[in-house]
């Protein structure tokens, strides 16, 4: 059974620590939402068909919801867990980036 690939959300993902970690879970198969405040004028990384790239200052809501939008519209609820599903939603999100952060293993 092949599994798709899961969704991940990256802030900070523009340079340097953020950047080396969107490149982690893209070698690693995941689908990969990158948010910075200049994450689509980054020299480091490039959208791609596993990399969507969003501009925006993650601690304002506004910000939070287009990052969800996006996730979804990219890579679709079908490809995203059910826990991950109630975190895309608005306020969910704003409170996840509030401070509740899920921690993911990348070894």
């Known amino acids: 059974m092949n599994n798709p690939p899961k969704t991940v959300i990256v802030t900070g993902a523009s340079q340097g620590i953020g950047a080396g970690i969107v490149r982690a879970f893209l070698a690693r198969g995941y689908d990969v939402v990158g948010t910075a405040r200049n994450a689509t004028k980054s020299r480091e990384l490039s959208a791609s068909d596993h990399l969507a790239l969003i501009d925006g200052d993650i601690g304002q809501f506004e910000t939070a919801q287009k990052v969800a939008e996006l996730a979804i ?11 991950e599903r109630r975190h895309l939603r608005g306020e969910a999100v704003h409170r996840v980036y509030s401070g509740r952060f899920s921690r993911a293993r990348l070894d």
């Open 73 to 83: 519209e990219k890579f679709g609820f079908d490809r995203c867990s059910r826990r």
